[in-house]
């Protein structure tokens, strides 16, 4: 069994910081695989914040370029995902995935952007 949980997520006001964590567990090779963050307001679709690949490689949706980075560390099967300069629609449910030879994600952590 891959467990991923995240944590982090919370309430901030717009212009604010948080960093969401990803922490993975169990029979999984954390550095064989792409982890990414998605993202889920209501009523719209799941979308790809951010991933990076085993080799270190980003990617980023065009909202969020230059406000998030991702990042990674295989000895830890950890990733996080720094959030800069929020805004109110950034709100949503943010989940971790690990993608490769099976896909793993966890059950989200909320942020809440808001005065």
């Known amino acids: 069994q891959v467990q991923l949980v995240e944590s982090g997520g919370g309430l901030v006001q717009p212009g604010g910081s948080l960093r969401l964590s990803c922490a993975a567990s169990g029979s999984v090779f954390f550095n064989f695989y792409t982890m990414g963050w998605y993202r889920q307001a209501p009523g719209k679709e799941r979308e790809l914040v951010a991933n990076?690949?085993?080799?270190?490689?980003?990617n980023y949706g065009d909202s969020v370029k230059g406000r998030f980075s991702i990042s990674r560390d295989n000895a830890k099967n950890t990733g996080w995902l720094e959030m800069n300069s929020l805004k109110p629609e950034d709100t949503a449910v943010y989940y971790c995935?690990?993608?490769?030879?099976?896909?793993?994600w966890g059950k989200g952590t909320l942020v809440t952007v808001s005065s």
């Open positions: 995935n690990l993608r490769g030879r099976a896909a793993y």
């Open positions: 990076v690949t085993s080799l270190g490689s980003t």
